[in-house]
């Protein structure tokens, strides 16, 4: 054998082997065809790989959580989920690909981490909402398929996950009427925009973030049923998952365009609280025609809530514009000062 030849050989063995430990032991764990190092638990509606060492006795809890999934999504699981459950953080931290108490893997199956076992039995947590929380993704998961469940909507999943399992108001997450103060505050992040590169030049003024935009993704699905009927919700979700185009799927079904449904959201968000000012719709208009710009100018004029926010916001853009060569143009700082005051 050659040297290159020889350099080949060993490159690609080390390759492979990098490979199969991360299959059996590190990141990919959860995508192996081969689970060691865990006993498995086959019920009627899940499948639950315990790791060895590790005692739980909650098994039948966790899977009475399914039929509850399915009723509200009226989806049935395809195949049972599988969920794993660590024996120590090491463990967990070491073949989970997420740093969450729990995390929904794109290919349907769940990860349970033990520091949120801990948090359950110390009643920090409800093990039932958080569960069915991960098995709502799973579920959709499931019926997307990999590459269609990386795109689905990441504020619908979430949205769908926290209405449906009650989860507003419970552990970390603000409550229905909390969300619609603190969007009434200046608060809002654009569901197109989450998850995006986007997202965090959005300023919010929250205890915390994630619960705080889950809350309120959570506040727009709630706002559709209500609105539109559950019936046609589930249409529009269901569709998502053949059809990865969501404004075209979301104007087929609801007859108006997506922008102007968040318009509308916001609309009912003000008469719902009675807060004066809160997000004047001229404010929404421009911020739609700054679309095209980086994001700051965007996100700031979208937030602007009230004289003194907008005064302090508009500053904001017009230093932005100047920094990015952009210009106040349309709905210029002058300008919002004026319609503001």
């Given at each position: 054998?050659?040297?290159?030849?020889?350099?080949?050989g060993v490159t690609g063995l080390a390759a492979v082997s990098l490979v199969t430990y991360n299959f059996l032991f590190g990141k990919l764990f959860p995508y192996s065809p081969l689970i060691i190092g865990f006993s498995r638990h086959t019920l009627e509606h899940t499948?639950?790989?315990?790791?060895?060492g590790t005692h739980y006795s909650g098994l039948k809890e966790i899977d009475a959580l399914i039929p509850k999934v399915e009723a509200f999504h009226e989806l049935a699981f395809r195949k049972k989920p599988r969920l794993f459950i660590f024996e120590d953080d090491a463990s967990y931290r070491q073949r989970s690909i997420s740093k969450a108490r729990f995390c929904a893997l794109y290919n349907g199956d769940v990860v349970l981490s033990p520091w949120a076992l801990r948090e359950v039995e110390k009643g920090e947590i409800s093990l039932e909402i958080y569960l069915r929380h991960e098995l709502s993704h799973s579920l959709l998961h499931q019926?997307?398929?990999?590459?269609?469940?990386?795109?689905?909507?990441?504020?619908?999943?979430?949205?769908?996950?926290v209405y449906s399992t009650g989860q507003m108001g419970t552990s970390w997450y603000p409550s229905k009427q909390e969300t619609y103060e603190k969007i009434c505050n200046g608060n809002f992040m654009p569901p197109e925009v989450f998850k995006t590169r986007k997202e965090y030049r959005i300023p919010l003024d929250v205890k915390y973030r994630a619960t705080f935009m889950y809350s309120e993704f959570a506040c727009i699905v709630e706002y559709l049923i209500e609105t539109y009927g559950k019936d046609k919700f589930l249409s529009y979700m269901k569709e998502l998952l053949r059809n990865g185009d969501h404004d075209r799927v979301f104007r087929n079904i609801y007859g108006i365009d997506f922008s102007q449904c968040v318009q509308n959201f916001i609309k009912s968000v003000n008469q719902n609280t009675g807060i004066v000012g809160c997000f004047p719709e001229f404010l929404i208009g421009c911020a739609r025609q700054f679309?095209?710009?980086?994001?700051?100018?965007?996100?700031?004029?979208?937030?602007?809530?009230g004289a003194d926010i907008i005064r302090r916001k508009?500053?904001?853009?017009?230093?932005?514009?100047?920094?990015?060569?952009?210009?106040?143009?349309?709905?210029?700082?002058?300008?919002?000062?004026r319609i503001g005051a």
């Open positions: 054998m050659n040297k290159k030849g020889f350099i080949l499948v639950v790989y315990v790791q060895h019926h997307a398929g990999l590459l269609r469940a990386y795109r689905y909507p990441a504020w619908l999943l979430e949205g769908i996950a679309d095209q710009c980086d994001g700051w100018t965007f996100a700031e004029i979208y937030l602007g809530v508009s500053l904001f853009a017009q230093q932005s514009g100047q920094e990015h060569g952009e210009t106040a143009g349309l709905c210029g700082a002058d300008q919002l000062l």
